[in-house]
């Protein structure tokens, strides 16, 4: 008699109602009780859709067309109430503030058990326990939308966990969160199933921390399931399908693909974490003494700079009281890739918004091109300064994808009707959206939405290019296909800033980065210098990523690192150049 | 950053007034107004308004920064109000301004729809001020009103300073396309039109959303539910209302007196 299962997912494929193929396809699945599962998959590959098959939401309440059996904790879905698989499987959503239904914290999470009729000594026990739970007893009395977007997250799955599910199904929930809060989302995860809770974790990012923890590995592509199984054999078998895909993998895996791979060794063993990457790498005899970039560094900065805007004790305090900045300075110079990181609140849009004019001025000194921010007017600011809005839809202002990018020619004077046209046509060729040119923005992707956004900024040719998030929702290849448009315009003169949390993409194409904590810089310099600050790091919420981990236990077990590794595949080529120096001087 | 703590939003002061059954308090500002349509002279309505300021500043502990920053422009249209009266009412003329006639009877209207207007309005910023619109919500139910009515009363007010939010975010990011600051009237309607259109469709997919995720938190599921925060009515709670209901008889009486 085989193991009893949790869930079991039967052949279901499902259409929504407003379309006509399928969005899922004759997936079969287990998921055991008590375990993690992580669920990947490209943008578009039905992975939220899936997220709405435990609670009831599909077949009751999204309509739509759904085949085969979804059996939760013994009960099909189709045979039982919503309100009775709430207190079977609660699904977070991937906004959870559009779940949120009351004021106050401490009401979000008495909502649920209030509609269930339960007792109020029962439900204030529930509200404490996991006010307690989810370190969010300081805020229990705050209204919901003055949290922050880890709190916002931990609130969501408080709200879930009210209804005392036996599982919980998360869709994305570390999608727009900084190294730290990510990582404190997965430690709850961790205690979820140690409390007996069943974890589905959707995700596209696949971090070591939550890998080494999770129980199965499910892989959803154009709405099939690709592969499940334990973490180890799905990423041995499919590892290299997974990056092909657009799926982040850790970087220790990366290198581990890149071994196996391209120097053909076989290896029945994909390392994960840090030391199963550096055994590894003994064992193949690959680990030299020193890591050195073949080609030499070219990392040199040019000696003289100009600065195109510079700050002097900038402050900024909203009419509410919060002060957003507090006196900092800096400089923002031509032809630079400027990051500006730290955890959310610090005050990276605040910042923004005072550089594009859509703050007013407070206190300090803020030069933009020569003249002071004041006399701007945010018009003709915008024709020297872009700002990608982190929702692109709020930026849209036309019925096509096409008329978006033509508008903002026409509104710099731009009419050539001929001229128009092949601008147009060359960035919607450069970010592959060609075959959209006549769909209505908001009928984009999201993905798509973020790449009519940057076009629409890009085609006027600023000096200076912010982007809040570049790279929020989109897929590793397009990521690289985004960062490439940003480094040749970067290498054109134009200043690039990126406003993030994503410390990979700091660590590969940040020449500078500047970190805020609680309105103020705390760090301003080289990239690589920041990973070695571990106080500066600890402030602004932030991590190392799992490469600078990994150099950092090398250097520990006497390894040298000569030259920058800002990537992967450096780490890879240097491997390599080290294998190919001995060989030749053997 | 968020636009909730602006002069006009329930604070909790733990004062007199906060503590008020939310229900008292909603049938207190049409006490106020009933009397207020009853008075013939504007002295009743300077007393009432006095009164409620100090009623609002003390029991109520209402900074007056926060008082008279909320109500200027209720102030400001109160005084056009009055103004537009004294010349406007037929009646004896009292004296000329160029070819504008003030009349008597102008004169004692002006300031009664002043005094109408500054008071009940005064009277639900009180409301607001004190009350936690949950609260509110609560009481409406347990006065009979279907649950699920009271709610989506309450998630329409909920939702009012989110989409303040999303319009000044689609503000924004509007105005640096550029071309806002030289064009053309039929421009900046099209740029409306899609304002609207924006917080539209962005509203109507989060309701969506919101409808679904509340249905699977057992939001309906059972004829009531139950109150973590429960509001309690007390019968001492009715002295406000009686207090106003005296004061406003007295004041009525008073008038009836001396003006017959």
Redesign the interface.
């Known amino acids: 008699m085989p193991e009893e299962m949790f869930v079991q997912v039967e052949n279901v494929s499902y259409t929504h109602w407003n379309q006509d193929t399928p969005t899922l396809k004759e997936v079969t699945l287990d998921i055991r009780p008590c375990t993690i599962n992580v669920l990947v998959g490209p943008g578009g590959s039905g992975k939220s859709t899936l997220c709405s098959l435990f ?3 599909i077949p009751h ?2 309509g739509g067309k759904m085949e085969g059996r979804v059996v939760v904790d013994g009960l099909d879905t189709r045979e039982t ?3 009775h698989l ?1 207190e079977r499987a ?2 977070m ?1 991937q ?1 959870p503030e ?7 914290v ?2 979000e999470i ?11 000594g029962e ?2 026990q529930r ?1 404490e326990r996991l006010l307690e739970e989810i370190q969010l007893m300081p805020q229990r ?1 705050n ?1 919901v ?2 949290l922050s977007g880890g709190q916002i997250q931990k609130l969501g799955l408080a ?2 966990l009210a ?1 005392n599910p036996r599982m919980v199904v998360l869709d994305e929930p570390t999608a727009n969160l900084d190294p730290q809060a990510t990582r404190q989302v997965y430690e709850l995860v961790l205690k979820l199933r140690a409390q007996g809770i069943t974890v589905l974790l959707v995700t596209r990012e696949l971090d070591d921390f939550l890998l080494a923890s999770a129980d199965q590995l499910l892989v959803l592509k154009e709405g099939r399931l690709l592969a499940a199984g334990p973490v180890q054999a799905v990423l041995d078998l499919h590892g290299s399908e997974l990056d092909q895909m657009g799926i982040w993998l850790p970087e220790t895996v990366e290198i581990g693909l890149s071994v196996v791979e391209r120097l053909g060794l076989q290896s029945a063993r994909l390392p994960i974490s840090v030391d199963e990457t550096l055994s590894f790498l003994g064992s193949q005899r690959l680990l030299p003494a020193e890591l050195e970039n073949p080609a030499g560094d070219h990392t040199s900065q040019p000696e003289e700079r100009q600065a195109l805007v510079s700050g002097r004790e900038l402050s900024y305090t ?5 002060t ?1 900045l507090k006196g900092i300075s800096f400089e923002i110079y031509a032809g630079e890739m400027l990051a500006i990181v730290g955890r959310n609140g610090a005050g990276k ?2 910042l923004a ?1 005072l550089l ?3 703050l007013k001025m407070q206190t300090g000194a803020l030069d933009l091109f020569g003249k002071p921010a004041r006399s701007w ?3 003709q ?3 020297r300064i ?2 990608v ?1 982190q ?1 692109p ?5 036309t019925d096509t994808a096409y008329d978006e990018i033509a ?2 020619l ?3 004077g731009i009419d050539d009707e001929v001229q128009v046209r092949a601008l147009v046509d060359e960035w919607l060729e450069r970010l592959q959206l060609t075959p959209f040119a006549s769909t209505h923005p ?1 009928a984009l992707s999201a993905g798509m939405k973020r790449r009519l956004g940057v076009a ?1 900024m890009l085609v006027c040719h600023p000096q200076v290019l912010l982007v809040d998030e570049p790279t929020y929702g989109q897929d590793k290849e397009m990521t690289r296909t985004l960062m490439a448009i940003m480094e040749e315009i970067r290498a054109q003169g134009v200043s690039v800033v990126m406003i993030t949390h994503d410390m990979r993409l700091v660590q590969e194409y940040a020449q500078r980065v500047l970190v805020m904590a609680d309105g103020q810089i705390i760090y301003t310099g080289d990239p690589s210098a920041l990973f070695g600050s571990a106080d500066v790091l600890r402030s602004a919420n932030l991590r190392p990523t799992l490469l600078q981990e990994l150099l950092a236990a090398y250097e520990a077990s006497g390894g040298r690192v000569v030259s920058a590794v800002r990537t992967p595949m450096d780490f890879f080529n240097m491997l390599d150049f080290s294998r190919w120096k001995s060989s030749d001087v053997n | ?2 636009t ?3 002069s006009l939003a329930f604070v ?1 002061r733990s004062s007199l007034l906060n503590r008020l059954y939310p229900l008292v308090k909603l049938a207190w500002v049409f006490t106020v107004a009933v009397g207020l349509f009853i008075y013939r002279t504007p002295l009743p309505g300077a007393v009432m308004f006095v009164v409620l300021l100090a009623l609002a500043m003390i029991a109520g502990r209402i900074p007056l920064r926060q008082i008279l920053g909320s109500i200027q422009t209720i102030f400001l249209l109160g005084l056009l109000l009055m103004v537009f009266h004294f010349f406007a009412d037929p009646g004896r003329p009292v004296f000329n301004l160029g070819p504008l006639v003030v009349t008597d009877t102008g004169l004692l209207q002006g300031p009664i729809f002043f005094f109408r207007l500054s008071v009940v309005v005064l009277a639900s910023f009180i409301l607001i001020w004190t009350t ?3 609260d509110l919500m609560v009481s409406l139910a347990k006065a009979g009103l279907p649950y699920r009515l009271a ?1 989506a009363v309450f ?1 329409a007010l ?1 939702f009012l ?2 989409i303040q ?1 999303e319009v000044d ?2 503000r ?10 030289n064009s053309g009237l039929g421009h900046r309607i099209k ?1 409306w039109q ?1 304002y609207i259109f ?1 917080v539209l ?2 509203g109507l997919r ?1 309701a969506e ?2 409808a ?11 004829p ?7 509001v309690h009515f007390k019968a001492a709670d009715l002295l406000l209302l009686l207090i106003t209901v005296a004061v406003s008889a007295g004041l009525i009486l008073v008038e009836r007196a001396y003006w017959p």
Request: one cysteine or more.
């Open positions: 609670n009831g939401e309440l999204l109430a919503v309100r709430a609660g699904h959503l906004d559009t779940m949120f239904a009351t004021l106050y401490e009401d008495a909502f649920g058990p209030e509609n269930l009729c339960l007792e109020v439900i204030r509200v009395s209204l939308w003055n709200t879930i209804m909203y009419p509410n009281g919060y957003a849009s605040t918004r594009t004019g859509l007017k945010v018009e600011l915008a024709e872009s700002l809005f929702n839809e709020h930026q849209f202002l508008y903002s026409l509104a710099r908001f629409t | 950053m968020s909730s703590e602006h909790e936690d619109t949950r709610f998630l909920r300073p989110l939010r975010a689609v924004s990011a509007h105005s640096i396309r550029g071309r806002a600051a740029l899609r924006t469709v962005n989060k959303t919101t679904t995720s509340l249905e699977c938190r057992g939001f309906g599921s059972q009531t539910r139950t109150y973590l925060k429960d």
